[in-house]
């Protein structure tokens, strides 16, 4: 996971509350995204980007937002917490044909 | 859009061989990876398979074939440690060359 550095590790919330998760690159890659991944369900495409400035949504979209005002940062922000978000989340940089995670947000929402 | 199926579970024993299959519906196609993901762990890159036929990893290899929408890993000698879960994923060309879905993952229990 050398080069996706992603945080916090774990995150607890209350219903209703807001965070961003934060993902960041030194690989200097045009090609972000972010991904949950719920048990029996596998990673779900939430919202990727294919440089700065331009992002577009995934599968499930609904409940986060992303921007990307540079290359190096890819943040995802949960705008009101729902139990429905409860889940691992991944940050994910392509480099020609592989794909770099970084270790994983464990979020929880109560 | 682009449907991915793989068996959920899988056991084996130590020492032999397994195929884990991945079928897949895509309306465009531009490649395939395999990845590896052990329990509260991020994936970790096997394989990517772009062009039909065997590509061959140590004790790893990975099959493809575009017209049967149809790929393979096949681990040999299994090892303990491979007990993991694999995670078959396509890069499409539909949304965009660098929209990769993923399947549900198979999970591999390697059993002495």
């Known amino acids: 996971n050398a080069g996706v550095t992603q945080t916090p590790k774990f995150q607890v919330l209350k219903t209703g509350q807001s965070m961003t998760l934060q993902c960041a690159q030194d690989?200097?890659?045009?090609?972000m995204s972010w991904y949950r991944q719920d048990p029996g369900m596998g990673l779900r495409l939430i919202h990727y980007s294919v440089g700065a400035g331009i992002t577009d949504q995934g599968e499930v979209p609904n409940g986060y937002n992303v921007s990307r005002s540079t290359t190096e940062d890819f943040p995802l922000r949960l705008l009101s917490a729902a139990p429905s978000q409860t889940s691992v989340y991944f940050c994910?940089?392509?480099?020609?044909?592989?794909?770099?995670f970084g270790e994983g947000s464990w979020l929880t929402v109560v | 859009g682009q449907n991915i199926d793989q068996p959920t579970e899988m056991t084996a024993t130590e020492g032999a061989i397994v195929q884990i299959n991945c079928t897949y519906q895509?309306?465009?196609?531009?490649?395939l990876f395999w990845y590896q993901q052990h329990a509260g762990e991020a994936p970790t890159f096997l394989s990517y398979n772009v062009l039909d036929g065997l590509e061959e990893k140590g004790r790893f290899s990975s099959f493809l074939s575009r017209s049967k929408g149809y790929s393979y890993l096949l681990l040999k000698e299994l090892q303990m440690k491979d007990s993991a879960s694999y995670l078959c994923a396509v890069r499409g060309s539909s949304g965009g060359y660098q929209k990769v879905t993923f399947g549900t993952g198979t999970k591999l229990q390697v059993i002495p």
């Open positions: 895509t309306s465009g196609f531009n490649g």
């Open positions: 994910a940089v392509i480099s020609g044909n592989t794909i770099y």
């Open positions: 690989m200097n890659h045009e090609y």
